[in-house]
Nanobody, 118 residues
Framework: QVQLVESGGGLVQAGGSLRLSCAAS????????MGWYRQAPGKQRELVAF?????????ADSVKGRFTITISRDNAKNTVYLQMNSLKPEDTAVYYC??????????WGQGTQVTVSS
């Protein structure tokens, strides 16, 4: 089992920055990929960015050049960060941390609201 705890959402003006954090604990050695998804009202959940255990990253086209995903590791937990710069109103959504283990089972955080005002 993997537990995910998110923090860092909030309200920011357009053009501003926020950093989201997600601490993973439990069976962290089984984690193959960690990432962030988001879901805006009335829309489907979409992938924002992910990072593999080998350090490869991938971003949605809509956030390339503005968002950066990184990870830090210690013996007890992994923490994945999403640095979000040049935020736009269309980035407003609930952001969910995700972890996939080596058999691609999904684990989800509780979600954190990001609101970007124009």
């Amino acid at each position: 089992q993997v537990q995910l705890v998110e923090s860092g959402g909030g309200l920011v003006q357009a053009g501003g920055s926020l950093r989201l954090s997600c601490a993973a604990s439990g069976s962290i050695v089984s984690i193959a990929v960690m990432g962030w998804y988001r879901q805006a009202p009335g829309k489907q959940r979409e992938l924002v960015a992910f990072i593999t255990s080998g350090g490869s990253t991938n971003y949605a086209d809509s956030v390339k050049g503005r968002f950066t995903i990184t990870i830090s590791r210690d013996n007890a937990k992994n923490t994945v960060y999403l640095q979000m710069n040049s935020l736009k109103p269309e980035d407003t959504a609930v952001y969910y941390c995700n972890a996939k283990n080596r058999v691609l089972r999904d684990y989800w955080g509780q979600g954190t609201q990001v609101t970007v005002s124009s």
